[in-house]
């Protein structure tokens, strides 16, 4: 994907897609480009489509730039290219825009953010925009961009970002861009030169999801760290998170490495274990390297106590949090014997 905004600058750019900060981005790049930052008072406005009539925004673009080269003009919400059905009042000439849009004013850079993850390709409106306008379709983000985007993040930083601190990140986090921008901004300012953005230091520094911590728990477990595994389970209880809750990803985490462990052992490569089992390709890399810890048959007798710790919380036998530490001693000494 091509996020670079190139000169000359075309008249009329229209993002949309899904992923608010790569519209943000593109958008302030396009913006900085048109205008000077001493003229962007004079000759940058913004008009949302679900409070005004897109003849105003039209109107505007057709004037000439106040002591400047080009006036930039922004349509926020244009609802009317898509199928839905937004709730306002406002009445847009819809002809007019597809006559400004055949015949841009060469003063103006229009541009037209549409934050809606389709269009609807079938309106004679938005195929005009796709054959005239520079169209930047930003929902798909390839790993390889994802990558060099956040990359770039750590550098403004002095900070870099490794792959390994990459895959940590998605892995702790998932494939949310704006807060994956702000973890890497963090792990930066935290690291700054003297230290790479590597795996400990997403663990160390960044926010950590649920499913990461359960991840570091099952860790603890198998490597025979009770008391570090115990004093994880308290602090995640002390979070208010729900010891069933907490016994179910523990029983899904011992899953997934057991299924990993199969299927490696069957030949399978990791991008196939990570299709066939749902879960994304570092995970499985990390599942592999715990599946080294147990044997299959430890694993299923994991999966066991799990499911008897499960029965002994839901017939009201034991207390929850005494059912998880008592599985935690038990899986662990089961591993030592």
């Not at 730039?65 to 839905?84: C, D, H, Q, S, Y």
């Not at 009042?89 to 389709?118: C, G, M, W």
């Amino acid at each position: 994907m091509d996020l670079s905004v190139r000169r000359p600058l075309a008249p009329v750019y229209l993002l949309y897609g899904t992923q608010d900060y790569l519209l943000r981005l593109v958008k302030r790049n396009i913006i900085r480009e048109a205008l000077p930052a001493e003229s962007r008072d004079f000759n940058f406005s913004s008009y949302d489509m679900l409070e005004v009539p897109v003849e105003s925004a039209l109107e505007d673009a057709e004037t000439v730039p106040f002591m400047g080269e080009k006036r930039v003009v922004l349509i926020e919400n244009p609802f009317f290219l898509t199928a839905e059905r937004a709730r306002t009042k406002v009445d847009h000439n819809l002809r007019r825009f597809e006559q400004y849009i055949e015949k841009p004013s060469p003063d103006t850079v229009l541009l037209i953010e549409a934050h809606y993850e389709k269009l609807d390709k079938r309106k004679k409106l938005v195929k005009t925009l796709e054959k005239t306008a520079h169209v930047y379709e930003l929902s798909r983000l390839s790993d390889a961009t994802l990558y060099a985007l956040l990359e770039k993040i750590a550098a403004r930083h002095g900070s870099v970002y490794t792959k390994e601190g990459h895959e940590q990140l998605l892995s702790s986090v998932g494939p949310h861009l704006t807060q994956l921008a702000n973890e890497v901004e963090k792990c930066a300012l935290y690291c700054g030169e003297n230290r790479t953005i590597d795996r400990d230091a997403v663990l160390e520094i960044g926010s950590r999801s649920l499913e990461t911590n359960v991840f570091l728990l099952v860790n603890k477990v198998m490597q025979k760290k009770t008391a570090d595994a115990l004093h994880l389970l308290h602090e995640l209880v002390s979070m208010k998170e729900e010891p069933l809750k907490l016994l179910a990803l523990l029983e899904r985490q011992f899953r997934i490495v057991y299924q990993v462990a199969c299927y490696r052992d069957a030949g399978y490569t990791q991008k196939n274990i990570a299709g066939k089992i749902g879960v994304h390709p570092y995970a499985v890399k990390l599942a592999a390297d715990q599946s080294r810890l147990y044997s299959a048959d430890m694993l299923k007798t994991a999966l066991e106590k799990c499911a008897e710790a499960d029965y002994r919380i839901k017939t009201g036998g034991m207390d929850k949090l005494l059912a998880l530490e008592l599985l935690i001693h038990r899986i662990a000494s089961a591993a030592s014997a």
